[in-house]
């Protein structure tokens, strides 16, 4: 038994449709109990600002944000007994405010995008003294990913070895969190940042080619694109862009349509931001494949070796801690068996919070 909702944070990672040769596998962070990635910072941040002594339960919050962060702090809220103002972009869809409210928050919304967001909760907070938990710059909500996200994946992933890591960029957050941590354990892994083709505003910044071709390049783009949780329109002071090797683009109309097969062939009900992260995934995915491996689901025996005190009867590898273990071939089920290229990516979250916008039509 659990004492509070906030201790089932966590989701499954799932092997999703991939190219010969390599496997794309998926956090699945609908199974959170606020439904998305958001309830990993939401909670973290609140209770690092506990434990500074600068909010006690019965305080208010305030927070903007184009809703899955509310909506994490508004359960986040509930169950720690804080009152909260979310300050929302009005595009965001019907879904999330209601589902803000019924977790007990205000909502007050504006006009234009998160930049107009945020600068109304900023007022309110010198206005009316409220504390906001500052997801754009509070290190706490990389630390959240980085202590939750990634210690899953290098369980789940059962001793494989990770070729890339591929995520959607908002606060930057998910992606600088777990990056780190994958990174201490496969330091040749890449890392693969998702915006919006016409939102492109980290490629801009980084500014080099394009990242149209297979080749991990950058591109530029321009303002416009509609998602909803990802490219906020500016490059966040949390994004650490010297963990990048790469920048994927992603048109809304592709990322819809990958998200409505996903539901349809897959039985994966997730929003657009997870569907931009699969295009760019399966793109990465493409590029590592090596068809010519014998790479077929991992025989139970390796299972087996890897769960045995966390560590594997390797000639050279241990557990989790590296690549994946070089089993001795054996004439049995282990004898020529090799892994394919894994590229893990995130979707943030679930798709019933976009069933108004039409995208499943």
């Known amino acids: 038994m659990r004492d509070s909702i906030l201790d089932v944070v966590g989701s499954p990672l799932v092997k999703v449709a991939s190219p010969e040769g390599a496997t794309v596998a998926a956090k699945v962070e609908g199974f959170n109990p606020g439904g998305s990635a958001k309830d990993r910072p939401a909670r973290e941040m ?60 205000d909502l007050e919304l504006v006009d234009g995008e998160m930049e107009s967001a945020r600068e109304r909760a900023d007022r309110l907070a010198e206005q ?4 906001q938990m500052g997801q754009f710059e509070n290190p706490a909500n990389a630390e959240a990913h980085y202590r939750t996200t990634a210690e899953e994946i290098l369980e789940q992933v059962e001793g494989r070895e990770i070729d890339a890591f591929v995520a959607g960029v908002g606060t930057g957050g998910t992606i600088t969190g777990t990056a780190s941590r994958l990174l201490e354990e496969f330091p040749e892994m890449e890392v693969v940042a998702v915006e919006p083709e016409r939102n492109a505003v980290l490629t801009k910044e980084l500014g080099e080619g394009s990242s149209d071709e297979s080749d991990g390049g950058l591109s530029t783009g ?20 010297d963990l990048l090797d790469s920048v994927e683009t992603v048109a809304l109309e592709d990322a819809e349509e990958e998200a ?46 890897l769960a045995e005190d966390g560590e594997a009867d390797t000639a050279g590898g241990t557990g989790t801690g590296g690549a994946a273990p070089e089993i001795q071939p054996d004439g049995g089920a282990l004898d020529g068996y090799d892994d394919c290229p894994l590229v893990v990516t995130v979707f943030p979250d679930s798709g019933e919070r976009y069933l108004s916008t039409g995208m499943f039509d």
């Open 46 to 105: 609140i209770a690092a600002a506990e434990r500074a002594g600068e909010i006690t339960p019965g305080d208010r919050l305030v927070e903007p944000t184009s809703g899955n962060t509310g909506i994490g702090l508004a359960v986040a809220a509930a169950a720690r007994g804080y009152d909260l103002t979310i300050v929302m972009p009005a595009s965001k869809s019907p879904e999330r405010r209601k589902l803000l409210k019924a977790y007990g928050a």
């Open 222 to 241: 321009e303002s416009g694109d509609d998602y909803q949780g990802m490219g906020p329109g500016f490059v966040s002071d949390l994004l650490d862009t």
């Open 260 to 305: 409505r097969r996903l539901a349809r062939e897959e039985g994966i009900l997730v929003g657009q931001s997870s569907g931009a992260a699969s295009v760019a995934a399966r793109r990465v995915a493409d590029r590592l494949a090596e068809p010519e491996l014998n790479c077929p689901e991992a025989p139970e025996e390796l299972t087996d070796l």
């Open 128 to 131: 009316e003294g409220v504390v």
